[in-house]
């Protein structure tokens, strides 16, 4: 089973595939890594050999910020947004949504449950 920036990629999953189990890493940047690296994309984790997972380790490690980096960057990013006061900043600071999407309804991923309000009595 090959390591890769802390993860355990699935033996029995093309490598292409497998590469996207590691955060910050997607479709295409396994296909560039690949590529890259001159490896075939349909080969299978358990059929690659040391060279090649070191090969791809390399890879990965010089030029994709993977894993915490990644999740650093991200949440910094969402810290400089609420730091300047922007509207996407607000927003995550109270927890709507973020892209224009209505709040009247729906929105119950960003919102949490309902809080039922007592109706108006008569």
Known sequence: MARISGIDLPKNKRIEIALTYIYGVGLSSS?????????????????????????????????????GAAKRVE????K?????????????RVGLPLRGQRTR????????????????KK
Request: hydrophobic share 30%.
């Open 105 to 120: 309804t729906n929105a119950r991923t960003r919102r949490g449950a309902k809080k039922t309000v007592a109706g108006k």
């Open 31 to 67: 296909q560039k890594i690949l590529e890259k690296a001159n490896i075939d994309a349909n080969k299978r984790c358990k059929d690659l050999d040391d060279n090649e997972v070191s090969l791809i380790r390399s890879i990965i490690d010089e030029n994709y910020p993977v894993e």
């Open 75 to 78: 949440s910094m990013n969402i």
């Open 80 to 92: 400089r947004l609420m730091e300047i006061n922007c509207i996407r900043g607000k927003r995550h």
